[in-house]
């Protein structure tokens, strides 16, 4: 870490972010110098260490295991050069996948998104307990997982609650094996994810919704717009931001799904029943079959994947709005 | 258009407010329907566990008759329960002292401290929120292994603190940022030094957003299962995530024992919740929004 700092210790380094400088010049400037050094180095350092180790260096391990056909004990020796990524991208089963996640992804986006922005001006309005209502409807994303898939792989089994519902109004024709139909499977994957997020989404949305300015409204308002009007000219483009970085958010949630996929179908059922994912296949293929070698490699590409649409979304979507979050430092 | 006949009668005005405030039924109808949907498959878990085997079987989405204890005693007298409740607090407490604690630290550096590298810095913190944990999992098994921690505990809050560190920093920054000038001149004035400044002013100044971040931190922890899966495999250190999946495919033909197990485990993150409701919620949204 240099510290090239002006001699009045004052001035702003020159990466153009906005810093605070301490005000008050400091007795002994040259000792403050390595003083402060010592104190960015004792205060951040352990943050970077375990930062760099358990996230970044993982990362590069991946990397460079994917080069080789390795059982995980031992160290690597047998590399295969790009083998590994050759047989990912021609097994069928991954092309499965990448179909599943992106299905997945748009889905999320499609179904979730309308919905609650529609729920979040609702609840903006005033009316009572509101503050009731917007604890109930964030409890499923509060509830972990694996109680989450337990609970509907339960209610959607083919003897399950839901089945036993629809019989008990007279819907029995309507019954069906919602987890193992390959052509329902994926659906019932769409209702419990949209089911365990859409309340992020709803929650988020209220407070971009308040964040509104409400003289703008009552400008509107004795101007004489109509409620509809003043939601499509006013409320939609002021909420855009929020949407955006809701969307980013749930597109590389879709990227990454694994644990409800996992618990529900398993590791191998997921595949007939069309609702693997690119975790479920790196999982399956790597781990559990112990070649991690492999397993690796699908892990960059799921990598290299997130990171492209991340940074495409970024630079051509969020780029208007997030000039802080993510790109500060980089303008 | 019907918008003309608007301006007669202006809205804007506060005590019509004030009538309006009961709003329409139609908004609750819909409120009550998106709660009930919400809050359905959770009451179906928790009401479950109060039934027996036989009513499940005979009417899966019936109610409790008669209401059945058993379930819940069972579980609650459970030894394998409460390890795992014990395994999870651990690694939940672990994982948020620590991520609170290094997050803290380098917040500090980030919003008060001019240097170069600063940005860079904050861009390498940054970018670890785009990347859950799932794509490193596999190596990140390989480098515990290596270090020895598989089936500890410590293998699993190292990492969790490590990936739980993006969020802080995220939503510690603007924080500290936030403290005014003014007392760091005057903490300055009076001798005080900047490591001195961090621990008097700035750590009880931002307690609020150490909640915020530290709730976040734990509920993430008390929740995972990917990591847990990975690295503990004996059941004497499994996490309650682990547990609950364990217990489900144990007893897969004792569906009630499931349900209650399940119902059980939820209720820590849920009383966590609602208990700082506010923060949690403000906390999302104000790191989604930065």
């Not at chain 1, 059982?71 to 089963?93: E, H, M, R």
């Not at chain 2, 001019?114 to 670890?128: D, E, K, P, Q």
């Not at chain 2, 001149?185 to 009880?204: K, N, Q, Y």
Request: hydrophobic share 50%; with cysteine.
């Amino acid at each position: 870490m240099t510290d090239k700092q002006p001699p009045r210790g004052t001035v702003t380094a020159g990466n153009g972010a906005r810093a605070v400088s301490p005000a008050v010049p400091r007795p002994g400037r040259r000792s403050t110098d390595w003083r402060k050094l010592l104190e960015i180095t004792l205060l951040a350092g352990p943050a970077i260490v375990v930062f760099v180790s358990f996230v970044i260096f993982p990362v590069v391990l991946a990397g460079y295991y994917g080069f080789f056909r390795w059982k995980g004990f031992g160290p690597a020796t047998d590399f295969v050069g790009f083998d590994n990524y050759l047989i990912i991208l021609q097994d069928s089963a991954f092309h499965d996948v990448l179909r599943h996640n992106g299905f997945i992804l748009v889905l999320s986006l499609v179904i979730q998104g309308p919905i609650a922005i529609i729920l979040a001006l609702l609840l903006n309005q005033r009316i009572r307990g509101r503050s009731l209502i917007r604890v109930l409807i964030f409890i499923p994303y509060i509830i972990s997982e694996v109680i989450v898939g337990i609970g509907w792989g339960l209610m959607l089994q083919t003897s399950g609650s839901v089945n036993g519902l629809l019989e008990s109004v007279g819907l029995g024709a309507l019954q069906r094996d919602w987890l193992s139909d390959p052509s329902l499977a994926i659906w019932s994957l769409m209702v419990i994810i949209s089911w365990k997020y859409i309340g992020f989404a709803v929650i988020l949305f209220l407070a971009g919704l308040q964040s509104i300015p409400d003289e703008l409204f009552e400008a509107a308002a004795i101007d004489g717009a109509s409620y509809w009007q003043i939601q499509r000219t006013i409320t939609l483009p002021l909420l855009g931001p929020t949407v955006r970085i809701w969307a980013f958010l749930s597109i590389i949630g879709s990227l990454q799904l694994f644990d409800l996929v996992f618990i529900i179908w398993g590791q191998y059922v997921a595949s007939t029943a069309g609702t693997s994912t690119m975790a479920t296949y790196m999982v399956a293929n790597g781990r559990t079959s112990g070649n991690f070698g492999y397993g690796s490699a699908v892990a960059v590409v799921m990598f290299l994947i997130s990171l492209v649409i991340a940074l495409i979304y970024q630079r051509f979507v969020l780029s208007r709005d997030t000039a802080g979050a993510l790109t500060e430092g980089k303008k | 258009m019907a918008v003309l006949e608007a301006p007669t009668r202006p809205r804007a005005k506060r005590p019509l407010r004030e009538r309006q405030e009961w709003g329409s039924p139609a908004t609750y109808f819909i409120a009550f329907v998106f709660i009930a949907l919400c809050l359905g498959p959770v009451i179906y878990i928790v009401l479950g566990g109060f039934r027996d085997n036989s009513q499940i079987t005979n009417s899966p989405a019936g109610f409790p008759n008669p209401w059945n204890f058993d379930n819940y005693a069972e579980v609650l007298a459970s030894r394998t329960f409460w390890q795992q409740v014990g395994n999870s607090a651990i690694a939940g407490i672990a994982t948020t002292l620590g991520v609170v604690t290094l997050g803290l630290m380098a917040s500090f550096i980030l919003a008060r401290y001019t240097f170069a590298g600063r940005g860079a810095m904050y861009s390498l913190f940054a970018a670890g929120l785009m990347f859950p944990m799932t794509v490193a999992i596999t190596p990140l098994y390989i480098l515990v292994r290596e270090l020895g921690l598989m089936n500890s505990l410590a293998g699993v809050i190292l990492p969790q603190i490590a990936f739980g560190l993006p969020v802080t920093i995220i939503i510690l920054v603007p924080f500290l940022k936030a403290i005014p000038n003014e007392l760091e001149e005057a903490a300055a004035i009076d001798g005080t030094s900047r490591l001195g400044f961090f621990f008097r002013m700035v750590v009880p100044l931002s307690l609020p957003g150490v909640v915020t971040t530290g709730i976040l931190a734990f509920v993430a922890s008390w929740n995972s299962y990917l990591l847990p899966l990975f690295i503990l495999s004996d059941q004497a250190s499994y996490t309650l995530p682990l547990g609950v999946q364990a217990f489900a495919s144990q007893y897969s033909v004792d569906t009630a024992k499931v349900l209650a197990f399940t119902s059980l485990s939820m209720i820590p993150a849920l009383i966590f919740f609602t208990l700082f409701e506010r923060r949690i919620v403000g906390g999302l949204t104000g790191a989604v929004k930065g």
